[in-house]
C-alpha cells in the first residue's frame, strides 16, 4: 500500500520569500510522485511530476521539486513566493499493480498563504 | 495542455433528487476517468474509476448503486448520485487520462459543488 503525508497543514510566506512544501510518501515500489494545485472551487491543476530520471523536476510558475529516495521525500519549492501562488497543495503517489494501477493516492493537502 | 470540463459547476435540489454531473475530455481521449469527493477542508478520496466500455470499479465503501458511472465513449463519463439526501452534498471531481498508467498524470475538471437542501 502507499500513503503520502504532507507536513503541515497550512505555511505562510512572505511575498518573495521561499516557498517549502513538505511531502514524505511510502511506497513498497519505485514511486510516481505528483504535486498538484487546487484554487477555490477549482479542480486540480498539474504542477510537476517525478516518474523516472533526473531528480530534481520543473513545473509550471517556477516550482520544482526533488526525489529523495534515501529520505522518503519529494518536497516542493520555490525560491520567491507570488501573492498568485496563495492556493491549496496537493501531493500524491501513484498507485501500482493490478487494479490499482494508475489511481492517484493524495496527501491531505497545504495551504499556502502569501502576504504582502 | 489536456483540458477537461466538467458539467454543471453548481448543483442545489431537493433531497430524493437525482443528479447528473458530466465529464469530457476536450482535446484528448480519455480510456480511463476517475471520480473523486472532496469534503471542506479535505483531501480528495477516489470513489471510482471507469474505463470506457466496460464496468466502473468502485473504492471500498462507495454504494454503487448511489452513484452510478457511465462511460460510453472515449470523451464522456457521468456520474449520476440517485436520490440525493443532504450527506450527499459535496463537491465532486472528476479527472482524465488517456491511459491508466501510473506515471501518466491525471487532468482534473473544476469540479461540481453538489448541495442538497
Known amino acids: 500500500a502507499q500513503s503520502v503525508t504532507q507536513l503541515g497543514s497550512h505555511v505562510s510566506v512572505s511575498e518573495g520569500a521561499l516557498v517549502l512544501l513538505r511531502c514524505n510518501y511510502s511506497?513498497?515500489?519505485?514511486?510516481?510522485l505528483f504535486w498538484y494545485v487546487q484554487y477555490p472551487n477549482q479542480g486540480l491543476q498539474l504542477l510537476l511530476k517525478?516518474?523516472?530520471?533526473?531528480?530534481l523536476v520543473k513545473g509550471i510558475n517556477g516550482f520544482e521539486a526533488e526525489f529523495k529516495k534515501s529520505e522518503t521525500s519529494f518536497h516542493l519549492t520555490k525560491p520567491s513566493a507570488h501573492m498568485s501562488d496563495a492556493a491549496e497543495y496537493f501531493c500524491a503517489v501513484s498507485r501500482t499493480g493490478g487494479t490499482s494501477y494508475g489511481k492517484l493516492t493524495f496527501g491531505q493537502g497545504t495551504i499556502l498563504t502569501v502576504h504582502p | 495542455g489536456a483540458v477537461v470540463s466538467q458539467h454543471p459547476s453548481r448543483v442545489i435540489c431537493k433531497s430524493g433528487t437525482s443528479v447528473k454531473i458530466e465529464c469530457r475530455s476536450l482535446d484528448f481521449q480519455a480510456t480511463t476517468m476517475f471520480w473523486y469527493r472532496q469534503f471542506p477542508k479535505q483531501s480528495l478520496m477516489l470513489m471510482a474509476t471507469?474505463?470506457?466500455?466496460?464496468?466502473?470499479?468502485?473504492e471500498q465503501g462507495v454504494e454503487k448503486d448511489k452513484f452510478l458511472i457511465n462511460h460510453a465513449s472515449l470523451t464522456l463519463s457521468t456520474l449520476t448520485v440517485t436520490s440525493a439526501h443532504p450527506e450527499d452534498s459535496s463537491f465532486y471531481i472528476c479527472?482524465?487520462?488517456?491511459?491508466?498508467?501510473?506515471?501518466?498524470?491525471?487532468?482534473f475538471g473544476d469540479g461540481t459543488r453538489l448541495s442538497i437542501l
Open positions: 511506497s513498497s515500489v519505485p514511486p510516481y
Open positions: 517525478y516518474t523516472t530520471g533526473a531528480t
Open positions: 471507469s474505463n470506457e466500455g466496460s464496468k466502473a470499479t468502485y
Open positions: 479527472s482524465a487520462s488517456a491511459r491508466a498508467k501510473s506515471n501518466q498524470p491525471q487532468h
